[in-house]
């Protein structure tokens, strides 16, 4: 929201100081994003008119330009504009001038031929950043004078605020003017009024069908109008607020919107002379000022001429082409409404048509600012209609849905309370007066009646931000409560750190994909794409799938790098998936993922041994279940018991040739809902068995189609109590053992629990481990 | 003490004289272990006069002389260790010299390319942010991503059809009830889901990833992350929000560095601030939102806003990280390209 520093200063005593300003508006939450000076007049720029041009046969593309300054001297000037014509009037930047980008006019030549000066247009003048040539001048302008002067341009400063959602008030200048004036301790002058003397008693018929959309619709009447340029101020301060100049009915109308926050409208009140404001009809379609024919909804609302129950305009949007006034316009009827902030932001939506008017309605606008508004208007248009007369008997015709003052209490032991620090009575009761609210005081409570345009306040909280806001944030103080808590990271957290250490140890980095999948994406891996959940509204078609799987986004990783010559990577991931549930929300859960370029079954086993020792868990492996998208021969699941818990192994061939990715890669993947909320208990010591330990080192062959954890199971059973270690040293396939059948060597540490084992015991414990191995299937090498 | 000079004397006398001499001039430890067993052997000198000792009939003067030959024994023994002591070392110094490597050479080598993993540089701001707000006494509170419309709006004082949920451009994701269920647009849903579920009172962080419709670009990523603070207790105060940023800007930043409240504006909270640090050049930087939490939210929450007060404040995790690395585009920090996260360890 653009505000200028004119006007502020006009509507209250204000320091001179634009810095100071913009510091007041940062502290009361009107953050300034931008202060932008313009109009700074540049001193040996005067008005000029030409007098004669001539083209030069050797330079086409410029053009000599006699001018005189006023001062009887006729002055030669190369020009490159083409949109002048002698006997205009033109800006004359005189031998020694600095423009406003830091160009020094100097005595230049072409063709040998001097230059005595520059011809300007509005960029050069720092008065636009655009402009197609010539800055041309009102033709009855004096000459040798500033055209500052001519034009009325004001030297002033922008305030481009980043206004919060809850400030609908500050849309106008009224507003933002109202928290400086409190702030620096003036009185609020408001909108310059005068000399708007009522006439007779002149009151248009309103009739309001849409009683819970439009609270209040006011038309008031004003004759003696006379359509015509706008007072130069008046285009300039526009210009300055990002609008553009029309005629002085329009421009007062818009700048009584900016100054006042009351949006309005003014029809030729011979065009129009009664009002009906009605929901649109179904097909029902209406041609808005910016040209376009648009078919109207239902919820519309539409402001209808009374006599034809034709639309007039989308009301609080935009108006109607046809309806807009003309040069023979004579008499206004000026609008000014209220209409309820939804019906308006869906219409707009509907329309994608956000107006000045709309952003405003949509916030909230005082329903009572209309007569101000009026008032203001026609002090404008009286600078150049000077019968310009507001008659008395404006129509004000309010429904049930009219926002009414409404009364706030405010106890003064729940500003401390809530603010930390002690504000009196008096204060409290000064800082509200100050911007608007009437309050009375009864003890420890303070009762406001809220301004209708501060619609935002409608309880004690939003009282006690006015009082702090005023008040000062950094007036509170700063304390630091006294916490009986105590600051940790609970047991899940606490594994999951030291789990991205392990990681981090491991030497693998971590990444951080996108959780948003393309269709195909899980088919891709080899992963079921049933129980998706999908984005309504995806940013690209690309992106609308919640992942129910870390595997396709760090495989896309992998390949990126593998693309760019960093083959040897092993990246992870703990994030969540986002399966579709019975419940409203899916069932989001945290997972981890390795995957290693190169890396193979051995790599990934490794990997789950580490996080295993590192986290005191376990799992078995369960080759029977082949996990989807895994290699069918190089693969397990993790279990526990009944429950899977991972996957280990490495990925299908066929999924990387289909990303491309070369060499195999080894993956692991963990539910870490189920191993990061467990919370090993601490282990209990046991006494060093001090006894000499003996190894039996024992090779048998087996069936490959058994696994090696069945053997080593058996043996560890038989081993029992007197088993410290087992290890499979050796696995041999090939000469001396038969096709199909593996060779797997342990060696078993045993050592006696209550005495050294005697020889005797060690054959005895041989015996029964072989025995074991033999009932499970296999048969000790000879 | 009778002390005859006996040829025994005589004779150890010499033999330890000898002795030392031939242990001295032995010149490696294989010479020296020869000349020892020679010396203090069943044949060498000393046995033999330790054999004679039967024939001394004085007691005494047998008592002396075999006390005479323990010591040449252990005189002996001292001079072994010390000449081999001497011949190990120099023997270790030529192994030590033909075993001379270029460690520089070595280190250079793969076999000692021990590169361990990083950690994403979002990850590393968060256990940092997470570290501090520890030891200000918060715990740590997670919630979900997927969020329902109540908890990421509507508890947090935004009813349906709210205007102020235009604040966040939200991803929705399909459901029963068309936009009943989106992708957290803040972490302040987890506030909710704290106060239903902790017993008051409450000092908690939640960090977490978050989730908004806007296309990528240097500053801006549709998914990233935030972290948010809460405080419930009673009588907490707008100053005790000040004080509890400003402890964090201290204790994060550096004790150079301080902070300020800005009035604004925020559905969840009132009064609403936004907070920016001062850097020790005198800049600020915005940096997040915060206020006292709204009696509306209080009441969503399940607590009672008589008898509970309580501050809140948020912001985004991943500026920091881009401040603290000076990553020009934040899309690298999300490129997971090992050639920028290897940068940083």
Redesign the interface.
């Known amino acids: 929201m653009k505000i200028l520093f004119s006007i502020l200063r006009e509507m209250a005593d204000l320091p001179n100081d634009p810095d100071a300003v913009a510091l007041a508006l ?4 009107l ?1 300034v994003e931008e202060m932008d000076v313009v109009g700074v007049p540049v001193p040996g720029v005067v008005t000029a008119r030409i007098v004669r041009m001539e083209k030069h046969p050797d330079a086409a593309k410029v053009t000599r330009c006699f001018v005189d300054a006023g001062d009887g001297e006729e002055r030669h000037v190369w020009c490159g504009a083409t949109n002048m014509q002698p006997g205009d009037i033109v800006p004359l930047a005189t031998l020694g001038t600095t423009m406003p980008n830091g160009m020094e006019i100097a005595r230049r030549g072409i063709l040998g031929i001097d230059s005595e000066g520059m011809l300007c247009s509005e960029v050069e003048l720092g008065l636009s950043d655009e402009s197609s040539g010539l800055l041309i001048l009102p033709a009855e302008s004096p000459l040798g004078v500033s055209p500052f002067e001519v034009l009325g341009i004001e030297h002033d400063v922008i305030f481009d605020l980043d206004l ?4 609908a008030d500050c849309w106008g200048h009224l507003g933002v003017a109202r928290d400086l004036a409190a702030h620096f301790g003036m009185s609020l002058r408001g909108p310059r009024i005068a000399g708007t003397s009522s006439g007779s008693a002149k009151s248009l018929d309103v009739l309001i069908d849409a009683r819970e959309q439009c609270g209040s619709f006011t038309i008031s009447y004003v004759s003696g109008i006379a359509v015509g340029p706008s007072p130069r101020w008046v285009a300039s301060r526009l210009a300055h607020l990002g609008m553009r100049s029309i005629n002085n009915v329009v421009d007062a109308s818009n700048l009584v919107m900016l100054e006042t926050n009351q949006p309005n409208h003014a029809y030729d009140a011979d065009v129009v002379s009664s009002f009906r404001v009605r929901l649109a009809n179904e097909g029902e379609t209406l041609t808005t000022l910016d040209g376009q024919t648009r078919t109207l909804h239902t919820d519309d609302l539409l402001i209808c001429n009374g006599a034809t129950n034709a639309g007039v305009g989308l009301a609080g949007v935009m108006g109607d082409l046809h309806s807009e006034i003309t040069d023979k316009t004579k008499a206004l009827a000026i609008e000014s409404a209220w209409f309820s ?2 019906p308006i ?1 869906y219409s707009a939506i509907r329309h994608g048509l956000r107006s000045e008017a709309s952003i405003r309605f ?2 909230g606008t005082d329903p009572n600012a209309w007569q101000q508004a009026a008032e203001r208007f026609v002090t404008i248009l009286r600078e150049t209609c000077p019968d310009a007369t507001l008659h008395a008997g404006a129509t004000v015709v309010q429904t049930a849905s009219c926002p009414v003052p409404v009364s706030v209490d405010v106890s003064v032991k729940r500003v401390e ?5 002690h504000i009196e009575s008096e204060r409290i009761v000064s800082i509200l007066n100050s911007i608007g609210f009437v309050t009375t005081i009864k003890g420890d409570v303070v009762t406001s009646i809220v301004p209708t345009w501060r619609p935002d306040c409608t ?1 004690d ?2 009282l ?2 006015e009082v ?2 005023h008040f000062g ?2 007036n ?6 006294n ?8 047991n899940m ?1 606490a594994r999951r ?1 030291i789990l ?1 250490r392990v ?14 999948l393309a269709a195909g994406d899980l088919a891709t891996v080899g992963l079921p794409e049933d129980n998706v ?7 690209v078609a690309e ?1 609308s799938i ?1 992942r129910t799987s870390l595997r396709p986004g760090i495989l896309r ?1 992998l390949k ?2 593998q693309s ?1 010559r ?1 083959p040897q ?4 991931e703990i ?2 998936v ?1 399966p579709k549930s019975d419940q ?3 069932d ?1 859960t945290e997972q981890l993922i390795i995957v290693v370029a190169g890396g193979d079954v051995q790599t990934s086993l490794a990997q789950w041994n580490a996080i295993c020792d590192a986290l005191s868990v376990g799992t078995q492996l369960d080759q029977s279940r082949i996990p989807a998208g895994l290699h069918a021969g190089r693969s397990a699941t993790l279990a526990r018991g009944k429950k899977v818990v991972g996957v280990v192994g490495e990925i299908d061939p066929l999924v990387l040739d289909i990303l491309g990715i070369e060499g195999r890669v080894s993956v692991l993947e963990v539910d870490l809902s189920v191993i990061l909320n467990e919370e090993p208990k601490p282990v209990q010591a046991k006494d060093i068995n001090r006894y000499p330990s003996s190894d039996l080192d024992l090779a048998f062959v087996m069936d490959d189609s058994i696994p090696a954890s069945t053997l080593q199971r058996a043996l560890r059973q038989a081993a029992g109590k007197q088993l410290v270690s087992i290890d499979l040293f050796d696995v041999y396939r090939g000469k001396g053992v038969a096709e199909g059948f593996r060779s797997l060597a342990f060696r078993l540490r045993v050592q006696g629990v209550e005495a050294t084992l005697t020889e005797s015991q060690l054959a005895e414990l041989q015996k029964a481990c072989v025995a074991a191995a033999t009932k499970a299937g296999a048969t000790l090498r000879a | 003490m009778t002390s005859a000079s006996t040829p025994e004397h005589g004779q150890l006398a010499q033999a330890l004289a000898d002795g030392i001499v031939q242990i001295r001039e032995a010149t490696t430890s294989d010479q020296l272990r020869t000349v020892v067993s020679a010396l203090t052997g069943k044949k060498g000198p000393i046995a033999s006069i330790k054999s004679s000792l039967g024939k001394v009939s004085d007691i005494e003067a047998r008592k002396e002389l075999g006390q005479l030959v323990n010591d040449a024994l252990a005189a002996l023994g001292v001079a072994t260790d010390g000449r081999s002591r001497e011949l190990r070392a120099a023997e270790f110094s030529s192994q030590i010299e033909s075993e001379r490597v270029d460690m520089t050479e070595i280190a250079m080598s793969a076999n000692v390319e ?7 540089l ?2 590393q701001a968060m ?1 940092r942010l ?1 570290d501090v ?8 509170a997670e919630g ?5 419309d109540f908890y990421n709006f509507e508890a947090l004082n935004m009813p349906p ?1 709210h ?2 949920r235009s ?1 966040w451009d939200t ?6 009830v ?4 989106v ?1 957290r647009t803040h972490t302040s849903p987890v506030q909710i889901r704290v106060m239903q579920d902790w017993p008051p ?3 908690a962080v939640m960090p977490g ?1 978050v989730f908004r ?3 990528p670009d240097a500053t801006h990523m ?2 990233f992350h935030q972290i948010e603070g809460l ?1 419930i ?1 009673r ?6 929000l ?3 940023i ?2 964090f800007t201290k204790a994060f930043f550096g004790p150079g560095f301080t902070s ?6 925020f ?1 969840f909270t ?5 907070f920016d640090i001062r850097r020790h050049d005198g800049t600020w930087i915005e940096l997040g939102g915060c206020g ?1 939490v ?2 509306h939210v209080l009441r969503a929450g399940g607590l009672d806003p008589d008898e509970w ?1 309580g501050f809140a404040f948020g912001f985004g995790i991943d500026r920091m990280a881009k401040e603290r690395h000076g990553i020009n585009d934040i899309r690298d920090m ?6 920028f ?2 940068q940083f360890s």
Not at chain 1, 503 to 514: C, H, I, N, R
Not at chain 2, 133 to 140: A, K, R, V, W
Not at chain 2, 334 to 339: A, E, G, H, I, L
């Open positions: 940062n502290s009361l939450g953050a919060t959602r809850n400030r902030p939804d932001r949509e916030r309370s809530l603010l930390g620090i309880q909280v939003d006690i931000e702090a806001r944030y950094d509170i103080g700063k304390t630091v409560p916490s009986a808590v105590h600051g940790r990271l609970s957290q750190r991205r990681l981090v140890g491991l030497g693998l980095d971590e990444a951080m994909p996108s959780p948003f959940l999908r984005i309504a509204n995806p940013l992106e919640l990783s990126y790098n760019h960093a990577i092993g990246l992870w994030g969540h986002y409203q929300l899916p989001e | 021990r590169r361990l993993g990083r950690m994403h979002v990850t256990e997470e707000f520890i030891g200000l006494g918060f715990q740590i979900p991503e997927v969020e329902t059809s205007p102020a604040m991803l929705f994701v399909e459901s029963e068309d936009g009943s269920v992708l009172p409450i000092y990833r419709k806007e296309t549709p998914v405080v207790d009588g907490i105060t707008f100053a005790d000040a004080g509890t400003e402890s300020r409240l800005r009035p604004s504006y559905p009132e009064p609403s601030a936004e006292m709204h009696p007060s999300y490129s997971d390209d090992v050639r996260t290897e």
